[in-house]
């Protein structure tokens, strides 16, 4: 049986190791952390007692993912927890815009855009696995279903306010939107800035946006599981550099790492026409973050915010907007768009009885050594007074602290690199995962389709390294 080697066990790691496992091969994982999971790790971060997701929280991308939905990862621990509704966004009047989960209601609840909303959102909810195989899809490849991705890769490609002034005529639709555009990272008159809010919103009616119970950590340790009945190993606390690599000697070795790691491991065996293109990858903003550790639940002045997990603070499109775009242009906002994602009110377990755990991001420019904390916390007082008296414990996570967990999170860049036109294709570059040197890949989120927890840059460069094995 032939051997292959998987750097990093990150999601897209162990998807690729999974692939590879499929096919008969031994393969064994090597990662850097005492953990496996990358960006998807649950970890005690404050006080005892307390479970907090230090990367990844939310997951519409793992539930929905063409590749791990088709895995037992239920009865391997996976069990999925769904909110009453995937998102709520308050606002200064008080109340908070609910996204429902069921795509009538929200269009009811959108007024005067409903209409507007479910006919953006509507085709590639009523063919998800058709619309996620294509989404997830490498760029250049023929989709299966070419007029649904021409009519949604027009919309997507709009910069955020362009679709937004266009489509949306209401205050609390647009808000909705820019929180959505706002998981882009990228300035809303940015082309693709639309991208990221339509799969987003897509995928909250399709699939919702769960949590796994106990935390992230469930999703790796479920993969984990799955690829040991396999035959598969994963040894942990092993950082691979570049004499590592030359000892491994493996036939096929897949790499979970940033184009930057793989010049630092593997830059002798690349040519040096592809080490210029690696070095040319940009990253994307990076992300300051707080964990807190609670004595009571968030007390939102909105009481519709304790129905969603996930809510976005940051208030209208245009102040969200202006966050964003104060970021694009490498300067911290000071009223930043905060992330939010209330797990216990959910998943009691992972804090002490009655206590509760936050999770809290905003964008910052990558690399930023700016102390994002108190602007955070201002504007999660800013919606819920009296947060402050709630707090038990912080942790704080700069972009350096971020990637002194992950060496994969470069100056705090979450999704694996920018998006941006040039990067959509050439992620890092136009062969993607094919390294030019023989049984040498790349399969992180630095290849397509990009960051998030969807196993499906692993996926794509396994694939591929089987069918060039043949
Ligand atoms: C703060 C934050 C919030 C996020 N929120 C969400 C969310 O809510 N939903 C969502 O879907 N996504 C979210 N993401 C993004 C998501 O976590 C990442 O896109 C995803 O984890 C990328 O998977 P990956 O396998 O490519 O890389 P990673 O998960 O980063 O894994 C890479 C692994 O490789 C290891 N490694 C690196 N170098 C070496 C080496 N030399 N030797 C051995 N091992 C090595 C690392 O230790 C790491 O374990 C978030 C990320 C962060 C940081």
């Not at 992230?216 to 599981?225: D, M, T, Y």
């Not at 790499?255 to 070095?279: F, N, S």
């Not at 030019?436 to 960051?451: F, I, K, M």
Request: net charge neutral; hydrophobic share 45%; aromatic share 8%.
């Amino acid at each position: 049986m032939s051997r292959a080697c998987v750097i990093g066990s990150g999601p897209n790691g162990l998807a690729a190791a999974i692939v590879l496992a499929h096919a008969g091969l031994q393969v064994e994982v090597f990662e850097a952390e005492a953990e496996p999971g990358g960006a998807t790790r649950t970890l005690p971060l404050t006080l005892p007692g307390f479970l907090h997701d230090f990367g990844s929280a939310v997951h519409p991308l793992a539930v929905g993912s063409p590749f791990f939905s088709t895995l037992p990862l239920g009865d391997y621990g996976l069990e999925w927890i769904h909110g009453d509704a995937p998102l709520a966004h308050p606002l200064d009047d008080g109340t908070a815009v609910v996204l429902e989960r069921n795509l009538d209601d929200a269009g009811q609840a959108l007024g005067a855009d409903g209409r507007a909303w479910r006919s953006l959102m509507r085709s590639g909810i009523d063919h998800w696995k058709e619309f996620a195989e294509d989404a997830f899809a490498p760029p250049l490849v023929l989709p299966r279903h070419p007029l649904r991705m021409a009519r949604f890769g027009l919309a997507a490609f709009q910069p955020a306010q362009m679709l937004a002034k266009t489509r949306f005529t209401t205050l609390r639709a647009r808000a909705l939107f820019a929180g959505l555009a706002g998981h882009s990272f990228l300035s809303f008159d940015q082309p693709l800035s639309s991208a990221i809010a339509l799969v987003l919103g897509v995928a909250a009616h399709a699939v919702g946006w769960p949590i796994p119970r106990g935390g992230a950590s469930a999703i790796p340790h479920a993969l984990v599981s799955y690829l040991e009945t396999l035959g598969g190993t994963v040894h942990t606390s092993r950082r691979i550099d570049a004499q590592a690599l030359r000892e491994l000697s493996c036939p096929l070795t897949l790499c979970d790492i940033t184009p930057k790691q793989l010049i630092a491991i593997a830059g002798e065996q690349l040519t040096r026409g592809y080490r210029l293109l690696l070095e040319e990858f940009r990253h994307g903003l990076g992300a300051f973050k707080v964990d807190y550790a609670l004595s009571d639940p968030v007390p939102w002045r909105a009481p519709e915010c304790r129905r969603a997990i996930t809510v976005h603070l940051g208030g209208t499109f245009e102040e969200i907007a202006a966050s964003e775009h104060a970021v694009a242009q490498g300067r911290a906002a000071e009223r930043p768009f905060v992330l939010v994602a209330q797990p216990t009110l959910f998943d009691p377990a992972r804090a002490p009885k009655g206590k509760h755990v936050l999770w809290a991001y905003c964008h910052v420019p990558n690399g930023s050594t700016e102390d994002m904390t108190e602007r955070i916390e201002a504007q999660i007082e800013r919606f819920a007074p009296g947060f402050r008296d709630c707090v038990l414990a912080r942790h704080v996570s700069s972009p350096a602290v971020l990637a002194s967990m992950d060496a994969n999170l470069v100056g705090g860049d979450v999704g694996g690199g920018a998006i941006n036109v040039k990067q959509l294709f050439f992620r890092p570059t136009l062969r993607h995962y094919s390294t030019g040197t023989p049984n040498l890949y790349l399969c992180s989120a630095s290849t397509p389709p990009g960051g998030g927890v969807h196993g499906m840059c692993g996926y794509h460069a396994a694939k591929l390294a089987l069918r060039r094995m043949k």
